[in-house]
């Protein structure tokens, strides 16, 4: 069923060439808000990427990085922000052109920092997460594409549309939110629209 949603609707767009060689290098400037539980950040704009490895036989493997740091937010009386460190280690494997299993491994960070003064981190914590990613094409240059991820403690998708300006570069438009439960006895989310780039070889 998540396989037909993906395929039917839509994540940076991912690389579905696992030929060994074949990479790519996803970018992407994302207007993200953190919040942790209940409480909300104001939205600042961050930089994450990603980097794809094919390694041939329907196999290839993807490093995510995600590290959102709000601006500065007016709780209970304190200026505070909030930053989320997240790494991704995901080895994926091709089920047809369009459409990729993947399982892999998670951490994240969080550390609240009072502005002008001193900083407190949690824990980090470590998920295992499986899923799925598919692209979907609406022509010659543009596509769909998707990512969904879970794992205990976790909620990890992403969703966007690409639109190939040259035969290995791409301009996107996506939103992503990833949710984690219990980091130090705090849920947090990070979620936002983000602007991006993609170059394959």
Do not use: H
């Amino acid at each position: 069923m998540c396989l037909m949603v993906i395929a039917s609707t839509a994540l940076a767009s991912p690389l579905m060439d696992f030929s060994q060689g074949k990479g790519s290098i996803d970018l992407t400037w994302r207007n993200t808000e953190n919040s942790a539980s209940g409480d909300s950040f104001e939205k600042k704009y961050n930089l994450d990427g990603a980097i794809t490895f094919g390694l041939g036989n329907k196999w290839a493997f993807q490093y995510r990085n995600f590290e959102p740091k709000s601006d500065n937010t007016r709780i209970e009386d304190d200026d505070l922000t909030l930053k989320l460190a997240t790494n991704e280690f995901n080895l994926l494997y091709k089920l047809d052109k369009n459409v990729a299993a993947f399982a892999g491994y998670v951490t994240m960070k969080g550390t609240m920092t009072l502005v002008g003064g001193e900083s407190d981190s949690s824990d980090t914590k470590k998920m295992w997460q499986g899923g799925v990613m598919a692209t979907a094409p609406l022509g010659e240059k543009l596509n769909l594409w998707g990512m969904v991820g879970a794992g205990n403690n976790l909620t990890n998708w992403e969703a966007g549309m690409g639109y190939a300006f040259s035969p290995n570069a791409e301009l996107n438009v996506n939103y992503r939110m990833i949710k984690v439960d219990e980091l130090s006895g705090a849920n947090v989310k990070a979620k936002g629209l983000g602007f991006g780039l993609t170059f394959k070889w």
